[in-house]
């Protein structure tokens, strides 16, 4: 334990959020000494995947408000767990056997962050699940039952789609194939000079689709205030469009089994270890007050003080006003018919997607089968998020028994186990830096907190990597690497 | 690593996890095992993540996927994914140092927790070369393969004038081991005595129902409704490449 403090450390990374552990991985083959610390006894900060007793003290740490008074905000606040009185006779299993995302982003094909895991080699040890069906909750109208629509999400679906009719396909299909390559010269003047407008009125005047395909287009942009703009709106349309496919047939969007970017963070954290970095869970490195000409020193609960050249962290408050407000449930049926393979050779899904309509905001859920690992078979988990408000906690529950209800088909005013319920800043999008002593110190802003995973929160990762690298980096070798040693006993056999 | 794409691979994937207290020679035992091989004064364990070695028994081929600590055991930070679908455990003590029994039952209790409920687990006693048992123990030089790089291991518990270091007697970890339903085993990494051995009782106890898949029967919550068809493999659709043998 000593030797920890003796010589100062190249880079003390506190925290193993995503972004530090993939700047953990960044850094797994530059021979730098790395301190990597974390003051959870669980890996992935705020975007942890939890048991049930992890849930708990998560609550009991983040039940807490933000008073007006404050400027300064704690990144997630008002949590809070829930669970029946007779939980466990309904079916509810031990705390072990579920595993709660705190960072359930679906991530598509396309995005650099799995393009970065494949070419770091550190993809193999994560297990890839589908993203399947998207769907539009349609409330009951004119004595029908409420339903879920399913978005049709190629051409080719559209194509054999029997729910729309052939005039509206025509304009759908012109639409699809102006999106595709909306960024090209021929499709920009289209567009250009409305592109802070709303994507509504530009579907409504350039594409004269009806409501119910816009509803459709606006779910799949998955902005959390319901009203994209022109330019962010196709911009999210051609990434989901242009995902489709990309691994195989049926699916645009991938999901990481055992509880999302938690095994990311995780995998890319043994990959730091692997390349000789020390891992420190629950402990907490504060930095100590350093002279002009002095290195930044930290310390550890322990009483060891060590020093860094740089420091990189996260950001634990944040000055946003703005919050989602996100419910996950433990729910007791399977709801088995949101994950139909719907095109030949697809690989099953194990997560769908519905946008509730709802003011002032839409309501999203994303529906987890016991296939992510995150709880036994014949249950599910459904992450709901909309933007916060003084009412959203009860909106989500609300939305909850309305999408279990039109899924069965049957009423069931309480068809949850288990609850956990936070609200998330949205951040501020930037990194901060600064300096203590001699010491560069960044921190990263809080992850994106959307449906889909940002590849712009990539980027602060890249700054960091950059800030620490110095003269060394070379920008050809961000994220890298040879396979390591070791894998080429393939062939010899101990008899 | 796009060499043997598409080869048929007929053995049954086996992951199997490493424990044990720093230095004890947990890396030294897959080097002997993987490449016959033995490094003296071997540095703690960096760059090492993953190693694969098939084992051939008369019915069928092993394949174990060996995945090394990477020092993440150092300061109890291991992570679930590290113990996730392990189907073999390897636990090692230093039959030298009294303390790395005790921090080995801390491994298998943490195994016997956090694992897949009908997981392999052997305890080994490394070091045997160290102590009078061994014939093969060439006296004075000690297996220093201190793993904390100074951690004060090994080194300075190796010269007995007797030439016997052993501080842990074989009755003892063996009743210990039957206790918990462990394989037991003595070796030396140094010699290579035993170490084969230890390989060969995991893979003929590892049983031929959970080989079925190549994962295995999955975490104490894993019970998946597909089996591995839902998998998405991100080097193509049905590529080849994922298959191979990795590292980090």
């Known amino acids: ?495 | 690593m796009a060499d043997s794409a598409g080869a048929p691979r007929p053995s049954s994937s086996v992951k199997l996890v490493l424990l044990g207290e720093a230095a004890v020679g947990k890396s030294s035992l897959v080097l002997r095992f993987v490449n016959n091989d033995f490094q003296e004064n071997k540095e703690p364990t960096i760059g090492a993540a993953f190693l694969t070695q098939k084992c051939n028994l008369p019915t069928r081929t092993i394949k174990f996927e060996i995945w090394d600590t990477a020092g993440q055991e150092r300061f109890a930070s291991l992570a679930p994914m590290y113990y996730r679908n392990a189907q073999a455990a390897l636990v090692v003590y230093d039959l030298t140092k009294p303390t790395s029994l005790i921090k080995a039952k801390h491994w298998v209790a943490e195994l016997q927790r956090q694992a897949s409920p009908g997981i392999v687990i052997a305890l080994v006693g490394n070091k045997l070369d160290l102590t009078n048992a061994s014939a093969a123990a060439a006296g004075g030089n000690s297996e220093d393969e201190d793993e904390e790089g100074g951690g004060g291991a090994a080194g300075g518990d190796g010269g007995d004038e007797s030439g016997d270091a052993r501080k842990i007697s074989t009755d003892e970890a063996k009743t210990y081991a039957e206790e918990e339903s462990l394989l037991f085993f003595e070796t030396s990494a140094k010699t290579g005595h035993n170490v084969s051995e230890v390989f060969t009782a995991i893979a003929n106890a590892i049983p031929e129902t959970s080989l079925k898949s190549t994962r295995g029967p999955g975490a104490s919550n894993a019970v998946s409704r597909g089996g591995d068809e839902q998998r998405v493999n991100l080097t193509g659709p049905r590529g080849d490449a994922a298959k191979d043998s990795c590292a980090c």
């Not at chain 1, 008002?78 to 939980?87: C, E, F, L, R, S």
């Not at chain 1, 999203?364 to 709880?375: F, K, N, R």
């Not at chain 1, 940002?454 to 070798?477: C, R």
């Open chain 1, 1 to 495: 334990m000593e030797s920890l403090g003796e010589e100062p450390w190249d880079v003390v990374i506190c925290g193993t959020g995503l972004q530090q552990s993939l700047l953990a991985l960044a850094l797994s083959r530059s021979k730098k000494r790395i301190l990597h610390t974390d003051p959870n006894y669980y890996y992935g900060q705020y975007e942890a995947a939890l048991t049930l007793q992890e849930a708990e003290s998560f609550a009991a740490k983040h039940a807490g408000g933000s008073s007006e008074a404050e400027k300064k905000r704690s990144v997630v606040r008002n949590a809070a767990v829930w669970k029946p009185d007779d939980a466990e006779a309904q079916g509810l299993k031990f705390p072990r056997a579920y595993s709660l995302a705190l960072a359930p982003q679906i991530i598509h094909t396309k995005s650099k962050l799995l393009s970065s895991l494949v070419s770091s080699r550190a993809y193999r040890q994560v297990e890839f699940l589908a993203v399947g069906s998207f769907f539009v909750y349609e409330p009951a109208k004119d004595g029908s039952d409420p339903k879920l629509s399913r978005i049709p999400s190629s051409r080719e679906d559209v194509f054999s789609s029997q729910s729309i009719p052939a005039r509206s396909k025509r304009s759908l299909m012109k639409f699809l194939k102006f999106v595709l390559d909306f960024e090209s010269d021929d499709q920009k003047p289209l567009w250009e000079a409305h592109a802070d407008a709303s994507l509504t009125d530009f579907l409504t005047a350039q594409f004269k689709l009806e409501d119910d395909l816009k509803r459709y287009v606006v779910a799949l942009t998955m902005a959390l205030d319901g009203k994209a703009s022109v330019r962010s709106g196709l911009a999210a349309i051609n990434r989901h469009l242009t995902s489709m496919g990309m691994f195989g047939p049926g699916f645009c969007a991938v999901y990481p089994k055992w509880g999302g970017l938690s095994e990311i963070a995780q995998v890319a954290c043994r990959a730091g270890a692997v390349g000789g970095g020390i891992y420190m869970l629950d402990t907490s490195a504060t930095m100590k007050p350093s002279g002009e000409n002095e290195k930044a020193s930290l310390e550890l609960p322990n009483g060891i003080t060590v020093q860094a050249d740089s420091v990189i962290s996260g950001q634990e408050t944040t000055a946003s006003v703005q919050a989602i407000s996100r419910l996950i449930a433990v729910v007791k049926s399977p709801l088995n018919s949101l994950f139909q393979v719907l095109v030949e050779g697809a690989p099953t899904p194990a997560v769908a997607v519905v946008a509730l309509p709802s003011t002032p905001s839409p309501i999203y859920a994303v529906i987890h089968s016991s296939d992510t690992g995150e709880c036994p078979v014949g249950q599910c988990v459904v992450y709901l998020t909309t933007l916060a408000t003084a009412g959203s906690k009860h909106e989500l529950e609300q939305a909850l028994v309305m999408l279990v209800y039109a899924v069965e088909g049957e009423d069931s005013t309480s068809p949850c186990l288990y609850q956990l319920y936070y609200e998330q800043a949205l951040g501020d999008r930037q990194s901060t830096t600064e300096n203590h002593g001699t010491t560069p110190a960044l921190s990263f802003p809080p992850l994106s907190a959307t449906i889909a995973f940002e590849d712009s929160d990539l980027e602060a990762v890249k700054t960091a990597w950059s800030l620490v690298s110095g003269d060394e980096s070379d920008e050809d070798t961000y994220l890298v690497f040879e396979d390591r040693e070791g894998a080429d006993a393939e062939d010899e056999v101990y008899e």
